[in-house]
């Protein structure tokens, strides 16, 4: 699966929008761009994915540039509860079957008041 | 619909005992992913199962660990002849058959060696 680069940590005022970046320059026309995120020490909580298309679900927004080199997650109003780390995730789908998630060691998004 | 689950929620195993993991998937899940996640570290694959198939064990530790996912009940990971360095948190993922790929996690099993 393609390596995806992530800032170490950013910050975002409670109410204000939160814009993640992700590179991921070597992706392969089979691989998704999947997000997830760790809130301390639970599980991971699934976001969003897509292939190509811009994707928006009631959690977030997900924008993928037309060369598919990198993508931005985008929490329109974050708040306190946002806070965690954000993994961006590269993920194949060949022939119907998926493989691993490859974690690597994310955006830690801090809201603050 | 029910999560995934995950039990026990927290282990505490003695050394040289063995530990059982347990990962019931999402209702008409059939993939089943486990991971580790070390104190202050990241997740790190460990197994993909299918039912009654293992897919890439390429992050199995070569001795102690084994995984299998039957055809009835659930995924179980097993860590033999434990030692401290085993404590960690094992969270298992599960994903439904070929057509969606989202894959959802449980709330871990925090297993402690003392």
Known sequence: DAKTTQPTSMDCAEGRAANLPCNHSTISGNEYVYWYRQIHSQGPQYIIHGLKNNETNEMASLIITEDRKSSTLILPHATLRDTAVYYCIVRALNTGTASKLTFGTGTRLQVTL | ?114
């Open chain 2, 1 to 114: 619909n029910a999560g995934v689950m995950q039990n026990p929620r927290h282990l505490v195993r003695r050394r040289g005992q063995e530990a059982r993991l347990r990962c019931s998937p999402m209702k008409g899940h059939s993939h089943v992913y486990w991971y580790r996640q070390l104190p202050e570290e990241g997740l790190k694959f460990m197994v993909y199962l299918q039912k009654e198939n293992i897919i890439d064990e390429s992050g199995m530790p070569k001795e102690r660990f084994s995984a299998e996912f039957p055809k009835e009940g659930p995924s179980i990971l097993r860590i033999q002849q434990v030692v401290r360095g085993d404590s960690a948190a094992y969270f298992c993922a599960s994903s439904p058959p070929a057509g969606r790929t989202e894959a959802f996690f449980g709330q871990g099993t925090r297993l402690t060696v003392v």
